[in-house]
């Protein structure tokens, strides 16, 4: 098996999906913990509340998978909620621990207009395997403050200069949509499909 989208009752599987379809990528939908300990990468996607996503991963027992599988060193790739969800708190979620994989916490914009919705240009870093200084399709109310900002790989700005995304060994998480993000996001997700 190639890859696996962890469903979760929550995230944006369908767009992902139609994605990877469209590049070809051999891919599955599932919630089962063995198809995530035989998948070769995860995705993990996001749309929804942090402290429902932690319920839902709790309940269908996915949470020592998840971190068990990024541990060993297989390719993660989480958007949107699936960054944020990494980090250890939420000002979505006060009191809500989250996977604690990334220390640092998510925090709320407190200027314009809250969620930022549509296109915003990204800034690369040198910690950069996959993107490239183009424009990428955000809705997002949240951004990680990662502890260690040496995983930054990308910056947008809205109101503020924010963390866009990380990468760190074999994880790889984003807090836009690449797969609404048209011609930018396929190129993005070519090319961590195509990483080892």
Known sequence: MSIVIIDYDAGNLKSIANMLSYIGAEFKISSAVTDIKNAKKIIFPGQGHFSQAVKNLEKKGLIDVIKT??????????????LQILFETSEEAPGV??????????????????????WNRIKTTQNNDFLTDDYFYFV????????????????????IAFCSSIQK????AVQFHPEKSANAGISFFKSWIASD
């Open 97 to 118: 621990s989250g996977l604690g994989l990334v220390k640092g916490c998510v925090k709320r914009f407190s200027s314009g207009k809250v969620p930022q919705i549509g």
């Open 169 to 172: 060994d074999n994880l790889t």
């Open 140 to 159: 997002n109310s949240y951004y990680v403050c990662p502890e260690d900002e040496n995983i930054i790989s990308s910056t947008a700005d809205y109101h």
């Open 69 to 82: 599988q990024i541990s060993d060193g297989k390719p993660f790739l989480g958007i949107c909620l699936g």
